[in-house]
């Protein structure tokens, strides 16, 4: 898992509420990615950001909102739109788009459970 | 767009049998592909990858994939299987600023 931290570990979350995912790293990565896993459904994109304040939508971004703010930081929130957000979030990067064969490193992953 | 598939959703070998977990790929251009493994509630864990230059490529644990550019396949294989290497193995591809990842193959292996 690297240098990229996730938090928490486990999650849950009351229908209607918000919650926001922590992802950190210390690779000095310019880009940053957050996948939602669901079993069978491998991963699915959900956001992307290759630079400080510039973020672009996935394959299923509808229902989440992220931030670019620091480098080392893109926070993932879960809003009450999403209606189906259990599963596991899984944060990668990497170091950047420059090198097509950039390789994308991951974090240990947040499971989320709505109550 | 670029993609790849993983037609087994799982495989089993039994221990210390070789073992070939199958991928193969769509795209426009040279292809940049990945292997990554997946524990169980773990995030993903880089293998290998194919940029360019020789067809066989080595990676972590002992495993090696093997780019076959008339069959657009890029399989994973490794000469002895483990019981601890029983996980999720996924493919992936380049496609511009992003990967895209098959499925995932759920490899057992059998003591």
């Known amino acids: 898992d690297g240098g990229i931290t996730q938090s928490p570990k486990y999650l849950f979350r009351k229908e209607g509420q918000n919650v926001t995912l922590s992802c950190e790293q210390n690779?000095?990565?310019?880009?940053m990615y957050w996948y939602r896993q669901d079993p069978g459904q491998g991963l699915r994109l959900i956001y992307y950001s290759q630079i400080v304040n510039d973020f672009q939508k996935g394959d299923i971004a509808e229902g989440y909102s992220v931030s670019r703010e620091k480098k080392e930081s893109f926070p993932l929130t879960v809003t009450s739109a999403q209606k189906n957000p259990t599963a596991f979030y899984l944060c990668?990067?990497?170091?950047?788009?420059?090198?097509?064969?950039?390789?994308?490193?991951f974090g240990p992953g947040t499971r989320l459970t709505v109550l | 767009a670029q993609s790849v598939a993983q037609p087994e959703d799982q495989v089993n070998v039994a221990e210390g049998n070789p073992l070939t977990v199958k991928c193969t790929y769509s795209?426009?251009?040279?292809?940049?592909l990945f292997w990554y493994v997946q524990y169980p509630n773990r995030g993903l864990q880089f293998l290998l990858k194919?940029?360019?230059?020789?067809?066989l490529v080595k990676g972590s644990y002992g495993f090696e994939a093997e780019f076959n550019k008339s069959q657009t396949s890029f399989h994973l294989k490794k000469p002895s299987a483990l019981v601890s290497d029983s996980a999720l193995y996924f493919c992936a591809v380049r496609d511009i600023d992003k990967i895209i990842f098959g499925k995932g193959t759920r490899l057992h292996i059998l003591p």
């Open positions: 795209v426009s251009g040279n292809p940049y």
């Open positions: 990668a990067s990497s170091m950047g788009a420059g090198a097509r064969s950039d390789t994308q490193y």
């Open positions: 690779l000095n990565h310019d880009a």
């Open positions: 194919y940029i360019t230059g020789d067809n």
